[in-house]
C-alpha cells in the first residue's frame, strides 16, 4: 500500500560501533547526474574540494575513536561539501597527494577507521559501475595517478573494491612520488 524507502544497509560488525557508522554516513556520493557524459578531466573537483577531502581525510587519520565521534558533526559536514564528486576523483584527490596517503596508511591499520571508510566509498563505486559509468574512466583514472591500467582493472571487473583500495594504499610508485 505504501512505498517505503528500503532501509540503509548496515554491516552486521559496525552496528554497534558509533564510529564505524558515523565515518560510513560521511563519505556518501550521491549520482554525479549531469556529469554522466563528461570525459575525466572534466569531472568535478575543484581545490575547494580537495581541501574538504584533505581535512576530512586527515581528521579521521590523526584522531582517536573517541575524538572523532565528538566531531562527528563537523566530519558531516565535510562530507557534505564533497557529496558531488565522482568515487574516482575523491580517490585520486587523495592518492595525489603525498601527506593524504600517508593518511589513509593509518586509516588502513584501524579496522573502525578503514570500515567506516569502505562502507561510504563501495556503495558509490557500485553504484556508478552499475550504471556503467565507472569502466569509462579507468584509463584516465590510472593515467592520473601513474598506476598500471592491468592492475587496477582486475578490480573493476570483480568490483573488490576495498582490494583496489588497498593495493592504491600500498602500490610503491604512489609511495615513492615526493
Given at each position: 500500500?505504501?512505498?517505503t524507502?528500503?532501509?540503509p ?25 549531469n556529469q554522466?557524459?563528461k ?48 568515487p ?12 593524504l596517503?600517508?593518511?589513509?596508511n ?36 590510472c593515467t ?35
Amino acid at each position: 500500500m505504501f512505498n517505503t524507502p528500503e532501509p540503509p544497509y548496515i554491516c552486521i560488525e559496525e552496528m554497534n560501533s558509533p564510529l564505524g557508522f558515523a565515518l560510513a554516513s560521511i563519505i556518501k556520493f550521491p549520482p554525479p547526474g549531469n556529469q554522466d557524459d563528461k570525459p575525466y578531466s572534466e569531472l568535478i573537483c575543484s581545490e575547494q574540494d580537495v581541501a574538504f577531502i584533505f581535512e576530512l581525510i586527515t581528521l579521521i587519520a590523526d584522531n582517536n575513536k573517541f575524538t572523532l565521534l565528538l566531531k562527528r558533526g563537523h566530519l558531516k559536514q565535510l562530507g557534505a561539501q564533497i557529496n558531488h564528486l565522482h568515487p574516482l576523483k575523491f580517490l585520486a584527490a587523495i592518492f595525489k597527494n603525498p601527506r593524504l596517503r600517508s593518511c589513509m596508511n593509518e586509516i588502513e591499520n584501524d579496522f573502525f577507521k578503514w570500515s567506516g571508510f569502505m562502507e561510504g566509498l563501495a556503495p558509490n563505486l557500485t553504484k556508478e559501475a552499475d550504471k556503467g559509468k565507472l569502466e569509462q574512466y579507468l584509463q584516465d583514472f590510472c593515467t592520473d595517478l601513474k598506476v598500471p591500467t592491468d592492475h587496477i582493472k582486475k578490480y573493476f571487473q570483480n568490483r573488490n573494491w576495498e582490494a583496489m583500495v588497498r593495493y592504491l594504499v600500498n602500490h610503491p610508485f604512489l609511495k615513492e612520488e615526493v
